[in-house]
């Protein structure tokens, strides 16, 4: 059964950092493209950032130039490094398979921008 752990969230003011980290576990990890979801209160979970097994990557433009998604096959890790924060960049995120993604999510790890 596959287990997804997010982990880095927190609380940063308005143009700080936060690195997040995802571990999976029980499945073939290294063939899978990542991605990077989150939901604020009140909205879709949407899609920020993707990353093909090879370590080619894709942005949401609402955060293209401020993220940047990376992964260590060999440690089953993806991760988000998250620059120049926005009050509108809180919400919860997740890790998960793209474009098919595993039934069971994790339990996201919070975000929260202060201004």
Do not use: H
Not at 17 to 27: F, I, K, M
Not at 68 to 85: F, G, P
Not at 96 to 101: A, G, L, S
């Amino acid at each position: 059964q596959v287990q997804l752990v997010e982990s880095g969230g927190g609380l940063v003011q308005a143009g700080g950092a936060l690195r997040l980290a995802c571990t999976v576990s029980g499945s073939i990890f290294g063939v899978n493209v990542m991605g990077w979801y989150r939901q604020a209160p009140g909205k879709q979970r949407e899609l920020v950032a993707r990353i093909s097994s090879g370590g080619s990557a894709n942005y949401a433009d609402a955060v293209k130039g401020r993220f940047t998604i990376s992964r260590t096959n060999a440690k089953n890790t993806v991760y988000l490094q998250m620059n120049n924060l926005k009050p509108e960049d809180t919400a919860i995120y997740y890790c998960n398979r793209w474009p098919n993604t595993y039934v069971t999510w994790g339990q996201g790890t919070q975000v929260i921008v202060s201004s």
